[in-house]
């Protein structure tokens, strides 16, 4: 079965800051999937980014960058610049072939201006 | 853009009464999923649909769950007889295969 850890449950940093969050998964299976979901305060669920087992190229988009390590099963997420805006809580999540998502405890990120 | 859509956004109902939440996934998705988040806690796995049955289902969804896809458009979840520890955010998610999933913008469940 699919596991994925948060540990930090929460992170309060000041507006310009940069900040990582952390993700370990564990999986038995040689293909799946990584992703990061963003949930602000209106509480929808919006998609940021989806990688592959196979694909461990980082990824930067604008602010936000993404490092994907196997060896260490992590995929940490940064914010640079942080902006009151980013404040949310922010989920990991892996799928394997089955396709549904096992989520992170999430990370509740606040940014204070 | 397409998008997922939930509706209610909020319903609040007694304990031991039926509710149906309904979502209408993005028109050209296959693969349908309810998960539930309860209060400041993670997303939780429900149940998937494929192919107009169920694929995979965790073990919250009991006999008192149940879903269908009954015209080809919307996708309902229905729970028989609410329970109190039912009260939790539920989200809609479609997509296509090896794509991520989009979710809609939740239906909150309140049993009283």
């Known amino acids: 079965a699919q596991k994925v850890t948060q540990a930090q449950t929460e992170i309060s940093v000041v507006e310009k800051e940069d900040v990582t969050l952390d993700c370990v998964y564990e999986?038995?299976?040689?293909?799946?999937?990584l992703f990061w979901y963003k949930q602000p305060p209106s509480g929808e669920l919006v998609f940021l980014i989806r990688?592959?087992?196979?694909?461990?190229q980082n990824e930067i988009s604008g602010r936000y960058s993404w490092n994907f390590q196997k060896s260490t099963s992590s995929f940490n997420f940064t914010i640079t610049a942080s902006q009151v805006v980013d404040s949310a809580v922010y989920f990991c999540?892996?799928?394997?072939?089955?396709?549904?998502?096992?989520f992170g405890q999430g990370t509740r990120l606040t940014i204070n201006p | 853009e397409p998008e997922v859509t939930q509706t209610p956004s909020h319903q609040v109902t007694q304990m031991g009464q039926e509710v149906i939440l309904r979502c209408v996934p993005i028109?050209?998705?296959?693969?349908f999923y309810w998960y539930r988040q309860i209060l400041g806690q993670k997303v939780e796995f429900l149940v998937s649909f494929y192919n107009n049955e169920i694929s995979e289902k965790s073990e919250i969804f009991d006999d008192q769950f149940s879903v269908e896809r009954p015209d080809g458009s919307n996708f309902t979840l229905k729970i028989r007889s609410t329970k109190l520890e039912d009260s939790a955010m539920y989200f809609c998610a479609s997509k296509v295969q090896n794509t991520e999933a989009f979710f809609g913008q939740g239906t909150r469940l309140t049993v009283v």
């Open positions: 990688r592959n087992s196979f694909d461990e």
């Open positions: 999986t038995r299976d040689t293909t799946y999937y």
């Open positions: 999540a892996s799928a394997d072939g089955a396709q549904k998502l096992v």
């Open positions: 028109s050209n998705h296959l693969y």
